[in-house]
């Protein structure tokens, strides 16, 4: 059962990533909610950078699903650890270039605390 309910919010993660990436990708502009402050929405060097950040996030929730339908509860566990260094940075990031605190911890941060507690029970449970 614990087993499931980890799975479970491991794929509801995977699937948020999902559509962050593909939100990133299509609708770039909604990204600028990253926290970086005095980003211009319009620039095109910013939308770069926001499809970078796009394909990333792509990539890992690939990853996640990989391991979700192949790989061992404790391998997925892992990977969530590991895997929550990406908000950890993106908040570091968001708080190096002055960005607001609300978004480095409310956003980023709190992602990251999620990934931990769902990574430490998919390590428990497996």
Known sequence: ??????????????????????LGIVAPRGSV???????????????AWLTVKAVRDLACA???FILLAAGPTQLLGWF????????????????RAGGPKAAAYGIHGATAAVMLA?????????
């Open 1 to 22: 059962m614990l087993t499931t309910i980890a799975n479970v919010l491991a794929g509801l993660i995977g699937a948020g990533i999902v559509l962050i990436g593909v």
């Open 118 to 126: 769902v990574g430490a029970l998919l390590l428990v449970a497996a």
């Open 62 to 64: 690939l990853f996640l």
């Open 33 to 47: 909610g990253f926290g970086i402050p005095d980003t211009p929405a319009e620039s095109p060097s910013f939308h």
């Open 80 to 95: 969530m650890l590991a895997a929550a260094c990406i908000p950890v940075g993106d908040a570091t990031i968001v708080l």
